[in-house]
Nanobody, 131 residues
Framework: QVQLVESGGGSVQAGGSLRLSCAAS???????????LTWFRQTPGKEREGVAG??????????HYADSVKGRFTVSHDHATPTYYLQMNNLKPEDTGMYYC???????????????????WGQGTQVTVAT
């Protein structure tokens, strides 16, 4: 059973930056040869959306981004520890929400922005961007 713990949320002014972390309790690559680590955003009244995803396999990593965050957010992972990051720059008020990391097996060719099944979820970290 993989546990994911997010951290790094907070309140910032528009234009500011935050880096979210997602610490896994074990190496996810031991469970799945190909997997997604995706950051989701949940805002009241809106559907949960995948904003940034990392497709990881022994063939290398592929990143996927929602149009709303392209050029501003960067997803990455630490190769020394099972920790994943979401660097968020030039934050906008519409980026406000609860951010979750989630992981699961990645079917071949799928995009890691929420269309797959995610078995493991973190508890979330709140990001608030003020005008």
């Amino acid at each position: 059973q993989v546990q994911l713990v997010e951290s790094g949320g907070g309140s910032v002014q528009a234009g500011g930056s935050l880096r979210l972390s997602c610490a896994a309790s074990e190496w996810i690559g031991y469970l799945y040869s190909d997997y997604c680590l995706t950051w989701f955003r949940q805002t009241p009244g809106k559907e949960r959306e995948g904003v940034a995803g990392l497709a990881i396999s022994n063939r290398g990593d592929i990143t996927h981004y929602a149009d709303s965050v392209k050029g501003r957010f960067t997803v990455s992972h630490d190769h020394a520890t099972p920790t994943y990051y979401l660097q968020m720059n030039n934050l906008k008020p519409e980026d406000t929400g609860m951010y979750y990391c989630a992981t699961g097996f990645r079917p071949s060719g799928s995009i890691c922005l929420g269309s797959n099944e995610y078995k493991y979820w973190g508890q979330g970290t709140q990001v608030t961007v003020a005008t």
